[in-house]
Nanobody, 125 residues
């Protein structure tokens, strides 16, 4: 049974930092998969935040470039999202996802087949 479990969310003030983790289990060859972080703010649609492929190429939403860094540790089956200079508009539920397709310019939900339950990030003064 494939499982993705996120952790590391919490409440921080604007300008603060958080690191999210996502541990995958229940499937072999973790290193071949595309992994990504999505988020959903209250009343809004889920959006892609960052993705990383099996060659370690990375992609970021324009809104987080320069502030967020995605990384993976295949030996630990773990995906990370290092978030700095957080803003109130970064508030939302953050989900990790596993997929198999790496599009040239975008991260698309339909390309991801397994999702975690999410971890809440709240940025507020």
């Amino acid at each position: 049974q494939v499982r993705l479990v996120e952790s590391g969310g919490g409440s921080v003030q604007p300008g603060g930092s958080l690191t999210l983790s996502c541990v995958g289990s229940g499937y072999p060859s973790y290193e071949v998969y595309i992994l990504a972080w999505f988020r959903q703010a209250p009343g809004k649609e889920r959006e892609a935040v960052a993705g990383i492929n099996n060659g370690n190429s990375k992609r970021y939403a324009d809104s987080v470039k320069g502030r967020f860094t995605i990384s993976r540790d295949n030996a630990k089956n773990t995906l990370y999202l290092h978030m700095h200079n957080l803003k109130p508009e970064d508030t939302g539920m953050y989900y990790c996802a596993r997929g198999g397709s790496w599009r040239p310019t975008s991260l698309t939900e339909a390309d991801f087949d397994y999702w975690g339950q999410g971890t809440q990030v709240t940025v507020s003064s």
